[in-house]
């Protein structure tokens, strides 16, 4: 296979968000040698994945798509080393929980990934910063270029490399980079299959003032062995049409509860019964058929709707050991399975087919239409602390980003070593203090 064709991104990346995928990866090491392995192990993984030196540049066909360039960053544009030493003391980090706001003001990424709407935009940076008594490792990769997944699988590359000095441990293979399958099988789509797309209409309100909110990043943290007693109880109240739900879809329901709680500004009987919409992101890679290799390198996802009850979303958002409604939590959370399950590799195909045909695809985004704004992101099966990085740096303690300036919907971070989870929101001050209160009530919280 070409590496040319190997590298070419498919149409379901030219409608990502212009924007990086980040993490800051925190390490208790500070092994003089850090540096050098980070160095000599990204040097390795850039020979599997060359697309890491490219840039992400406008294409004029379609309008509004994106195409990778040839390689031409060296390995010290991808990774250079900060020192923090005299400033930032890594245990001080730990002792306040590693919380968003302790990361604010710290100057931990690369200065030039800002905005990634321009072209040329930089596929991938690392900045490693060395503090008192551990590392902070700041990645970013090109969202046009990867999605989570792919992020945690390029992270898996590099930790190999770090660890062994090769990609064979985790038998990496060259078919992670092959984006040409997803448009071979965007040929034959069944005609009646819905198209899970929507065009953004141009917005004058980026032009209009808005009022400045008093803006809290915080994370909540939900008990891995509640979740799991909580499933077992929940699958026995499915209404019909569900057979089962996972973890993860009552974890859903149980966020999208404390969201609408937390916003309702006050409480109306009269809107109990209207539903409400949420947007959900499915990882698409074993959808495909045949499917995609579970550790692709480019972006295979695609957006779907679930629709709930309001009451039942209060009686969540509301819960406490003695008012738990197993009922609600069961309809919520089934809805949530049924939207899963109704993003198929027939639905894919078909938003690349359209997209293929299209002469610009600007305003086209993943969704079946615009509204509503609520959505909920999951890494949780990113697997980053599995990795093992090697003698010097050993495993991350901690996942993290600095607060948001900007009001953000809940993301499920990287399941924790005990299974424990956490989610990072970015909301008002009284919307977060309202979600602290029904949290503290909550038998979920860790």
């Not at 819960?319 to 949530?336: K, Y």
Request: hydrophobic share 40%; net charge neutral.
């Amino acid at each position: 296979m070409e590496s040319q064709e190997l590298s070419q991104l498919s149409p379901l990346e030219w409608i990502m968000p212009r924007s990086y995928v980040s993490q800051i990866l925190c390490f208790p090491s500070s092994n003089p040698r850090i540096a050098q392995v980070l160095l000599d192990g990204l040097a390795g993984t850039l020979r599997d994945v060359p697309y890491l030196a490219s840039r992400v540049v406008s294409r004029d066909h379609p309008k509004g798509s994106v195409a990778l360039s040839l390689p031409r960053d060296s390995l010290s544009d991808l990774f250079r080393v900060n020192s923090l030493l005299t400033t930032v003391d890594y245990n001080t980090l730990k002792s306040g929980g590693f919380k968003p706001s302790l990361f604010d003001g710290l100057i931990l990424s690369s200065p030039n990934i800002n905005p990634a709407n321009t072209s040329p935009s930089p596929v991938f940076r690392a900045v490693l910063s060395l503090v008192n008594g551990g590392c902070l490792l700041w990645v970013s990769m090109h969202h046009s270029t990867a999605d989570i997944t792919a992020f945690g699988s390029l992270l898996k590359i590099w930790a190999s490399y770090c660890r062994t000095g090769s990609s064979e441990d985790i038998q990496f293979d060259p078919s992670w980079l092959d984006r040409s399958a997803i448009v071979r099988q965007s040929h034959d789509v069944p005609a009646d299959t819905p198209l899970l797309l929507h065009k953004e209409e141009s917005s004058n309100s980026a032009s209009q003032p808005s009022k400045p909110q008093n803006l809290e990043t915080h994370f909540f943290r939900y008990s891995a062995q509640y979740l799991k007693g909580l499933k077992v109880e929940v699958n026995k109240h499915l209404p019909e049409g569900t057979t089962w739900v996972s973890t993860s879809d009552i974890l859903t329901a149980i966020i999208w509860g404390s969201i609408v709680h937390s916003e309702d500004a006050v409480a109306n009987d009269n809107v109990a019964d209207e539903t409400c919409l949420m947007r959900i992101a499915v990882n698409c890679r074993s959808r495909f058929n045949p499917p995609l290799p579970k550790n692709y390198l480019g972006a295979a996802f695609g957006v779907t709707l679930v629709n709930a009850k309001r009451a039942d979303l209060i009686a969540i958002g509301t819960a406490t050991e003695q008012t738990l409604s197993l009922p609600a939590i069961a309809n919520v959370a089934a809805s949530v399975r049924q939207s899963v399950n109704f993003m198929d590799g027939d639905k894919m195909k078909a938003i690349v087919k359209h997209l293929t045909s299209q002469q610009d695809v600007t305003n086209l985004k993943l969704c079946q239409e615009p509204a509503p704004r609520v959505a909920v992101v999951s890494w949780a099966d990113q697997g980053v602390y599995e990795l093992d990085w090697g003698a010097e740096l050993g495993h991350c303690e901690a996942v993290r980003l600095p607060s948001f300036k900007a009001k953000r919907y809940p993301v499920v971070f990287p399941r924790l070593p005990n299974g424990d989870l956490e989610v990072l929101v970015s909301f008002d001050t009284e919307t977060v203090k309202k979600w602290k209160a029904a949290y503290d009530m909550s038998p979920w919280k860790a």
